[in-house]
């Protein structure tokens, strides 16, 4: 099973970069609850669905790393 927590490469706490930007992902329970309601329409049937999902999972991904980079 895959976990936000671990990847291919083992686990996340040994990379963490990727570690801080869970950790700011679900600090925030209204970012935390928005990426996950996109991962799940992520396996849904339709096309412009996934789309959005794809565009705003990437967004609040790319707003966590830099928030940990202190950009």
């Not at 799940?40 to 790319?62: F, M, N």
């Given at each position: 099973?895959?976990?936000?927590?671990?990847?291919?490469?083992?686990?996340?706490?040994?990379?963490?970069?990727?570690?801080?930007?869970?950790?700011e992902?679900?600090?925030?329970?209204?970012?935390?609850?928005?990426?996950?309601?996109?991962?799940?329409?992520?396996?849904?049937?339709?096309?412009?669905?996934?789309?959005?999902?794809?565009?705003?999972?990437?967004?609040?991904?790319?707003?966590?790393?830099?928030?940990?980079?202190?950009?």
């Amino acid at each position: 099973m895959t976990t936000p927590y671990a990847d291919q490469d083992g686990p996340l706490i040994s990379r963490p970069e990727q570690w801080g930007v869970v950790v700011e992902i679900e600090r925030y329970p209204a970012t935390a609850r928005s990426l996950h309601a996109a991962e799940q329409a992520l396996s849904g049937p339709d096309p412009a669905t996934r789309e959005r999902a794809i565009r705003e999972a990437g967004e609040i991904v790319r707003a966590a790393h830099r928030e940990v980079a202190g950009d």
